[in-house]
T-cell receptor
Framework: DAKTTQPTSMDCAEGRAANLPCNHS???????VYWYRQIHSQGPQYIIH???NNETNEMASLIITEDRKSSTLILPHATLRDTAVYYC????????????FGTGTSLTVIP | GAVVSQHPSWVICKSGTSVKIECRSL??????MFWYRQFPKQSLMLMAT?????????EQGVEKDKFLINHASLTLSTLTVTSAHPEDSSFYIC????????????FGSGTRLTVV
């Protein structure tokens, strides 16, 4: 599975959009981009995933560049409850393979 | 849907004793479950992969005789930390893959193990 690079930490004002970048320059054509988050002392929570098209669900939007070498997770209106570590993971879907977690981005939403 | 229940949520045990952690898929059948360990301020590290009815596959550096994994049914996997030592104190998390090719895996809420 391809490696990802994320900033170590970010701050965001409450109510504003949080944009979390992820670089995955070695991504393969059949690898998806997944985003999970982990709130302190809890298990990771699935947010969203995509292959090459932009995706949106009730939690977030995922913007993938045309060359698929990077992506951005967007939380449109960040709340204090969105404070967490966000992990960007690339892997082939439905292979039964495990998820390998990098260091992620620690997002702090500031009142 | 797709809920994974992990029990206990926290446990304190004495050095030298064994501790069992359960991971259950509540509303789906999990053909494969994964066990992770997370030390403070670090990321999740995969320990092993368990497939229902077969032996677990351990990541390099993980002692299979110390971390016993049993996946006897499609809804239950257990991790037993044998002869626990203080350095085994950590946050243990399981995740499960369903039988219908789910796009993402569901994670349990984790178990905080403290060995004293």
């Amino acid at each position: 599975d391809a490696k990802t690079t994320q900033p170590t930490s970010m701050d965001c004002a409450e109510g504003r959009a949080a944009n979390l970048p992820c670089n995955h320059s070695t991504i393969s054509g059949n690898e998806y981009v997944y985003w999970y988050r982990q709130i302190h002392s809890q298990g990771p929570q699935y947010i969203i995933h995509g292959l090459k098209n932009n995706e949106t669900n009730e939690m977030a939007s995922l913007i993938i560049t045309e060359d698929r070498k990077s992506s951005t997770l967007i939380l449109p209106h960040a709340t204090l409850r969105d404070t967490a570590v966000y992990y960007c993971i690339v892997r082939v879907a439905d292979t039964g393979n495990q998820f390998y977690f990098g260091t992620g981005t620690s997002l702090t939403v500031i009142p | 849907g797709a809920v994974v229940s992990q029990h206990p949520s926290w446990v304190i045990c004495k050095s030298g004793t064994s501790v069992k952690i359960e991971c259950r898929s509540l509303d789906f059948q999990a053909t494969t479950m994964f066990w992770y360990r997370q030390f403070p301020k670090q990321s999740l590290m995969l320990m092993a992969t368990s497939n229902e009815g077969s032996k677990a596959t351990y990541e390099q550096g993980v002692e299979k005789d110390k971390f016993l994994i049993n996946h006897a049914s499609l809804t239950l996997s257990t991790l037993t930390v044998t002869s626990a030592h203080p350095e085994d104190s950590s946050f243990y998390i399981c995740s499960a893959k369903g039988t219908q090719g789910r796009y993402g895996y569901t994670f349990g809420s984790g178990t905080r193990l403290t060995v004293v």
